[in-house]
């Protein structure tokens, strides 16, 4: 099979929304890319597009007051100008997500055996019409065959006492349970790239432990390329080989994973990290001050310029472009921490 | 004990379901099961576990929200779980004890502005009558709380969450406590406005002789805020020690397996971390604890005994006690 370099890539990726009070103007010339058999993470706060980004990758957006610009490509296509239909072959089949809730994504009026064999049987008979499916649905061969894949992807997420499980509603099971139906369901269809958005925000420690490693090990086992989207760090450390951090609908860092928790450069990462409470019992650190900016009628300036100690005239002016510090690791800044190199 | 100021003895509280209407059958959930600690004046206090782990019931009975099914709680000397909370003037007993929530959004009332929202406390527990002290003491509550006067006549819905949770906490303060039960009050915030919650929480302690019942499933957050830490499973307590020993000597099974499964961010952390354990299985229902040792089906080091007796709480250092089979 032929390799990708650059499976996805995202190319200047704007997206505002039109509100009453004004233009909000979120997503800001976002870059971001991600190879084939590649783990890379997205982190950020909450409100500064993370899931936007990935929500507009599978076209999950609403369609009016909304404006799309720039690039999405797959395997070299631009997703955003392909039809309904052909866009349909991509996404949901090789390019997946799983939510953050696993309780809001499963229906709660389904078992999950007829929602599994439903989403399977999508996959497999994509182009038939939906009358022709309906009759199709019910011969009995293929019905059992459906059912034995099912119990094989089930096993794979180890699901332990499968017939229950697929004879049961969403709510009789634990999150951890439906966290896997949903890892399950989405590898069904053999994707290349699996977009998790917070795949174990919503679950303890302990199983999201259980959760990621089962991730992990299913990812590696199939060769697949994941983005995942986080504001745990910790998660991110221990998981991806390529970072990229957002702030305020832009993005402002990007390097390899170790480099990033070794010698963040932008202040905000360096301010994301040191507020993370550690086993060590360093403190909390400060925090960072102030608020994910309000995206109405937002300035061309710096976007993390109000609440930057390093703030300097320039950023209050102009926008920071993303360079290349050092080999391999970009950062989107005037006054970048070490403040012996250049600048932009 | 003098110097402690709320001693929580034996306390239960059981919660029964019922299931249908003619063949009507019940079930008991127990919540919290036979928990005794104490503590101690200007101390933070930690509750750490799982989600279903009974955390949150102990602080609700603490604060009156429940009633215990049995056991006491007394504070400064005075028995307060008989106390009914309903009555006019009968809740003097618990005035000195306040909570804050996890989710700033729903526990503050949206129809009134943040200057409503602390008004009434003030005028209620300080008795304040005169508009301008009123307005006096809001501002320096705000203050307290790192919070800009332009935000003092907003409804909480224009605010965000971090400031939110700090109205939460300035309208705790205004009701003059000295312990306050906080409930995961930073588990819906982001890590950068966590901190800052955290540090406003850390500088008040000192400044207003407080202290607190600390309740999260964040172990590396306790560790940095906690002077003591329980570990509770299945409403009981496992583990109870010194922050410092607890972390650094954890002895219950169940604790290495948290601190085994906590994504650390630094090389340092990672050499904390108990590898030796492996995290099994999911926590059972509270209303199907298995016999015996309650997490022996969870645990890789179970043997025998563990299956059939329930283990003792045992002292094993000055001050460190651990409920398990393995010290003896």
Known sequence: MLKYNNLLEINDLYVNFERYAGKAEVLNGVNLSVNASEKVGLVGESGCGKSLTVKTIMNLLPEKRIEVEGSIKYKGKDILNLSHESRKKIIGKEVVMIFQDPMSSLNPVFKVGQQMEENLWWNHYLDAKPSSFLKRRFKKEKREKLRNTIIKTLNEVRIPDTERVLNSYPFQLSGGMRQRILIAMALASEPTLLLADEPGTALDVTTQKQIITLLNELVDKKDLAILMITHNLGLIRETTHRVYIMYGGNIVESAKTKEIFNNPLHPYTEGLLASVPKLTAEGVGEGIEGTVPNYLNIGTNCRFEPRCKYATKRCKNEKPKMFEIKPEHFVACFNPLERGDKHA | ?328
């Open chain 2, 1 to 328: 004990m003098p110097d402690s100021l709320i001693e929580v003895n034996k306390l239960k509280k059981y919660f029964t379901i019922k299931k249908g209407m003619i063949k009507s059958s019940e079930t008991t959930v127990k919540a919290v099961n036979n928990i005794t600690f104490d503590i101690k004046k200007g101390e933070t206090f930690g509750l750490v576990g799982e989600s279903g782990s009974g955390k949150s019931t102990v602080g609700n009975c603490i604060t009156g929200l429940y009633k215990p099914t049995s056991g006491e709680i007394i504070y400064k000397g005075q028995r307060i779980d008989n106390v009914p909370l309903q009555k006019k003037n009968k809740n003097k007993a618990r005035e000195g004890i306040q909570m804050v929530f996890q989710d700033p959004t729903s526990s503050l009332n949206p129809r009134r502005t943040i200057r409503q929202i602390l008004k009434l406390p003030l005028k209620k527990y300080y008795n304040l009558k005169d508009k301008s002290e009123i307005d006096k003491e809001i501002y320096s509550l705000a203050e307290k709380v790192e919070l800009t006067s332009e935000n003092i006549d907003k409804y909480p819905r224009s605010l965000s969450g971090g400031q939110k949770q700090r109205v939460a906490i300035a309208r705790t303060l205004a009701c003059n406590p000295d312990f306050i039960v906080l409930d995961e009050p930073t588990s819906a915030l982001d890590v950068s406005v966590q901190a800052k919650v955290i540090n406003i929480l850390d500088h008040l302690k000192t400044k207003m002789n407080l202290s607190y019942l600390f309740i999260t499933h964040d172990l590396s957050l306790m560790r940095n805020i906690a002077n003591r830490t329980a570990v509770m499973y299945l409403g009981q307590i496992f583990e109870l020690a010194d922050n410092t020993e607890l972390f650094h000597n954890p002895s219950h099974p169940y604790t290495r397996t948290l601190l085994s499964a906590i994504p650390v961010i630094t090389e340092e952390e990672e050499k904390i971390r108990p590898k030796d354990i492996e995290v099994q299985g999911e926590i059972p229902s509270a209303s199907d604890i298995p016999k015996g040792c309650s997490f022996h089906n969870r645990c890789s080091k179970a043997f025998d005994l563990c299956y059939e007796n329930e283990p003792d709480m045992i002292e094993i250092s000055p001050g460190h006690k651990v409920k398990c089979h393995l010290y003896k």
